[in-house]
């Protein structure tokens, strides 16, 4: 009798660790939005495959900001892609909210460098098109769109139409159909990129103010360092071609954050000396053999010829 009841209890135990590791597991999986492992991805030229990532890992918890700088030509938007689910990587494994990424799904929408709004649609329309194909009714989707477009300052423009919208007007409006899609996860492809000084500021503090309010998952690619030190939690380095995590840079400043602040430009320096190395490579495999790296110009050691002035000097 003692014995069963040991047996029974040693049984009971083995149940409440197991029924503990479960649990543990689904919270790390709750706080565990983005999981990369070992993506690799080539493409093929004429003269063979070309590797663009190379075994790259990362990691995004819940509701982090986490920014992706590199070189031109180093993956970070085939990255976004694969996160996407807009392109299959070769090898390796993408996790996003708990699921194997396979193809694209509305957990994940992608805001480009161009606002890719429908010109024949006005403004409510386009950031309500999503939810309509959603199959939300017409009240409810209108309500869902005003919210936004008021998170985003555009609810007096809700009837101006696509034409009439200055650049940042209207990735504000990209921004609000995303968000009214209510995914877990917003992938952010230089979406300011093509934007004036001006309006790239102010759509930085928009930006900030939108996160910390809807505490989204956000990667965020960009070339610019300041925007990528104003904006993220954490800052990933990918190396030159093919792509590779280089370094890891972890962003401790308090929110929100101006570009022109000293201690943004203190990070923006310390992120820039890893990054020439980068940059350096790119620029001596770009280059012609007889150019030189110094003034990015052609290079001669040819002597200027002597002019005969006449009187036969």
């Not at 080539?42 to 995004?60: A, H, P, R, T």
């Not at 805001?111 to 649609?121: M, S, T, V």
């Not at 923006?268 to 150019?291: F, R």
């Amino acid at each position: 009798m003692s014995e069963s009841v040991g047996v029974d209890n040693l049984i009971a135990l083995d149940r409440v660790k197991d029924d503990s590791v479960l649990a543990a597991s689904q919270v790390n999986s709750v706080r565990q939005n983005l999981c990369i492992q070992h993506v690799s991805k080539s493409f093929q030229s004429k003269n063979g495959s070309v590797y663009v990532l190379e075994d790259i890992n990362l990691e995004i918890k819940q509701g982090e900001f986490v920014c992706l700088v590199g070189p031109s030509g180093c993956g970070k938007t085939t990255l976004m892609n694969i996160v996407a689910g807009l392109e299959k990587a070769d090898s390796g494994e993408v996790w996003a909210n708990g699921r194997k990424v396979n193809y694209a799904g509305p957990d994940r929408v992608v805001i480009f460098q161009e606002a890719a709004l429908f010109p024949w649609l006005n403004v409510i329309k386009n950031v309500e098109f999503g939810l309509k194909l959603k199959g939300v009714s017409s009240r409810e989707r209108r309500d869902i769109a005003l919210e936004y477009l008021k998170m985003v300052h555009l609810t007096r423009f809700q009837n101006a139409h696509v034409h009439e919208l200055s650049g940042g007007m209207k990735q504000r409006v990209a921004i609000a159909r995303a968000l009214a899609m209510n995914p877990e996860m917003l992938l952010m492809d230089e979406p300011f990129s093509a934007l004036d000084a001006q309006t790239r500021w102010i759509l930085h503090f928009e930006l900030q103010n939108i996160w910390m309010k809807t505490k989204k998952t956000i990667l965020f690619v960009t070339h610019n360092i300041r925007e990528a030190v104003c904006l993220a939690d954490r800052i990933f380095i990918l190396s030159t071609s093919p792509g590779r995590i280089k370094k890891e840079f972890f962003v401790d400043l308090p929110r929100p954050r101006d570009d022109n602040d000293v201690s943004v430009a203190e990070y923006s320096t310390k992120i820039m000396k890893e990054l020439k190395a980068e940059i350096d490579k790119v620029v001596k495999c770009e280059m012609d053999a007889d150019s030189c790296v110094e003034c990015d110009i052609k290079c001669t050691t040819v002597e200027p010829a002597k002019t005969d002035i006449g009187g036969g000097i």
